[in-house]
Antibody
Framework: QVQLVQSGAEVKRPGASVKVSCKAP????????VNWLRQAPGRGLEWMAW????????NYTKKFEGRVTLTTDTSTSTVYMELRSLTSDDTAMYFC???????????WGQGTLVTVSS | ERVMTQSPATLSVSPGERATLSCRASQTVAGNLAWYQQKPGRAPRLLIYEASARATGIPARFSGSGFGTEFTLTISSLQSEDFAVYYC?????????FGQGTKLEIK
């Protein structure tokens, strides 16, 4: 079963930025578009953004526009999510999830815990 | 934005019984709806897509139905491993949106 592999947990100060990676198996990289979602402690799932790994097109939810950037490195089959100007409200588990042709989310990464604390 | 509303927030059911979970969209999402199961500390797992199609490896006791604004996930005979949180999600429109989740707990 295809799995996406995310980078490890991060601890950041308020105002800092974080960059989380999501690596797909080489043979599947262009098969999936990649979404980023997050889940605050004890809360539900929140979709943040999407990138087409083939042409680089992106789509962001209004809440994160201007604060989130998605990029790809095709040489390593990796997608990156950078979130800037962190506050304690950004403390959450961040997931990447693939979709084919802008549909349901599958497969998923294992999640990356980002903690924002002074 | 399509607002997805799930009910109930918590459902208490005994093993072996049937569980019925509901999801309502604020505007039509056609059949572009998925269901996910999430256990503590784990990533969500896709159960159902296109409102009623089971994902690979999902047991037949899971079934989905509905179209437009009203959707249902039914688990016909609950097993111990089914107690988890379930989310519906629409992919008909941007932004993608989820329901707030239904926690299925052992009665």
């Amino acid at each position: 079963q295809v799995q996406l592999v995310q980078s490890g947990a991060e601890v950041k100060r308020p105002g800092a930025s974080v960059k989380v990676s999501c690596k797909a198996p080489d043979y599947t990289f262009n098969k999936y578009e990649v979404n980023w979602l997050r889940q605050a402690p004890g809360r539900g799932l929140e979709w943040m953004a999407w990138i087409n790994t083939y042409n680089g097109h992106t789509n962001y939810t209004k809440k994160f526009e201007g604060r989130v950037t998605l990029t790809t490195d095709t040489s390593t089959s990796t997608v990156y999510m950078e979130l800037r100007s962190l506050t304690s409200d950004d403390t959450a588990m961040y997931f990447c999830a693939g979709d084919e042709h802008e549909r349901w989310f599958d497969p998923w990464g294992q999640g990356t815990l980002v903690t924002v604390s002074s | 934005e399509r607002v997805m509303t799930q009910s109930p927030a918590t459902l208490s059911v005994s093993p072996g019984e049937r569980a019925t979970l509901s999801c309502r969209a604020s505007q039509t999402v056609a059949g572009n709806l998925a269901w996910y199961q999430q256990k503590p500390g784990r990533a969500p797992r896709l159960l159902i897509y296109e409102a009623s199609a089971r994902a690979t490896g999902i047991p037949a006791r899971f079934s989905g139905s509905g179209f437009g604004t009203e959707f249902t996930l039914t688990i016909s005979s609950l097993q111990s491993e089914d107690f988890a949180v379930y989310y519906c999600q629409q992919y008909n429109n941007w932004p993608r949106t989820f329901g707030q989740g239904t926690k299925l707990e052992i009665k």
